[in-house]
């Protein structure tokens, strides 16, 4: 089992800046991937970024040169640095981990944190 807990989030100036952060504990040695998804109002749950544990990265094409993915292992945790902010950037985000037991891969979720984007 693995536990996702988010912070950072909130209420942000279009062109702002904002810096989301996910504490990962239990099962910590399965995680191979971590990252973050967003689900903004009316729309599906999409992948934003991810890393893995050799810091191979991977972004939505839209939030590319914008939004940084990093991960700091000693502290278990990993960031999303999120910069040049724009409305349609406005979701609940989500930490994610992808575990990898015995070949077999299982997801988990946090519950989430807001951001609102919006003079």
């Known amino acids: 089992q693995v536990q996702l807990v988010e912070s950072g989030g909130g209420l942000v100036q279009p062109g702002g800046s904002l810096r989301l952060s996910c504490v990962v504990s239990?099962?910590?040695?399965?995680?191979?991937?971590v990252g973050w998804y967003r689900q903004g109002p009316g729309k599906e749950r999409d992948l934003v970024a991810t890393?893995?544990?050799?810091?191979?990265?991977a972004y939505k094409s839209s939030v590319k040169g914008r939004f940084t993915i990093t991960r700091d292992n000693a502290k278990s945790a990993v960031y999303l640095q999120m910069g040049s902010l724009q409305p349609d950037d406005t979701a609940d985000y989500y930490c994610?981990?992808?575990?990898?037991?015995?070949?077999?891969?299982?997801?988990?979720w946090g519950q989430g944190t807001q951001v609102t984007v919006s003079s």
């Open positions: 994610y981990a992808r575990t990898t037991l015995k070949g077999s891969n299982k997801d988990y």
């Open positions: 239990g099962n910590i040695g399965s995680v191979k991937t």
């Open positions: 890393i893995t544990n050799n810091r191979t990265t």
